[in-house]
C-alpha cells in the first residue's frame, strides 16, 4: 500500500467501527474460543485489534507487520515460560492481519501456515463477517499449536490473558 494510501486509510477507514465490529459479545466468544483452544496445545494466544495508526507513525514509515512486532512487546506476549506466545493482530484501517510467534514456535510452524491462517480470516473480514473471520483465525492458530506443541491433556497454567485488547 502506497504511503498516501495508507495516510488516508489511517485517517478515514476503521476508526469509528472498531466497537461496532467487535461489540464485547464479539470479544466474549474470542475470549473463550482462545481459552478453550489453549487446554489442546502449550502455546499462548493474544488477539490485538488496531482501529488505525497515528498519523506521524504513518509519515514515518511505520507498518503493520513493524506495528505487530511493537505490540507483541508491548503485551509481553514473548514473556511465556517455554517462548510458546502467538499475537494476531488486526490493522483495520489498512485491513492488515499479522501473526507474530516467539522463537519457540517460530522455529517449528512455517511461515506459509500463518499467511494461510491470515487469508483465511481477510477473506471473512472482507464479506463483512468480522466474528467468524476472528474466530477462524482462532480456531486456526490452535489447531497449528495443537498439532507442533500438543498440550497432551497436561494442565498449564495460563500465563498471558485470554481476552483481546482493543488499541
Not at 65 to 81: C, I, K, S, Y
Not at 98 to 124: F, H, L, P, T, Y
Amino acid at each position: 500500500m502506497a504511503r498516501m494510501q495508507r495516510l488516508f486509510a489511517n485517517l478515514f477507514d476503521g476508526w469509528f467501527q472498531l466497537h461496532k465490529r467487535f461489540s464485547s459479545e464479539v470479544l466474549d466468544d474470542m475470549t473463550d474460543a482462545i481459552s478453550k483452544g489453549e487446554h489442546t496445545h502449550l502455546g499462548e494466544v493474544r488477539f490485538a485489534i488496531e482501529s488505525r495508526l497515528h498519523i506521524p507513525d504513518v509519515l514515518n514509515g511505520l507498518d503493520a507487520r513493524t506495528r505487530a512486532h511493537q505490540v507483541f512487546g508491548m503485551l509481553r506476549v514473548w514473556d511465556t515460560e517455554h517462548n510458546c506466545g502467538v499475537l494476531i493482530y488486526l490493522l483495520m484501517a489498512e485491513h492488515r492481519i499479522e501473526i507474530v510467534a516467539d522463537r519457540g514456535i517460530a522455529r517449528r510452524v512455517k511461515e506459509d501456515e500463518w499467511v494461510a491462517v491470515c487469508n483465511a480470516m481477510q477473506e471473512s473480514f472482507a464479506a463483512g463477517q468480522w466474528r467468524v473471520g476472528a474466530l477462524r483465525g482462532i480456531s486456526d492458530v490452535n489447531d497449528l499449536l495443537a498439532s507442533h506443541f500438543p498440550s497432551h491433556g497436561k494442565a498449564r497454567p495460563d500465563e498471558l490473558p485470554d481476552r483481546p485488547v482493543l488499541l
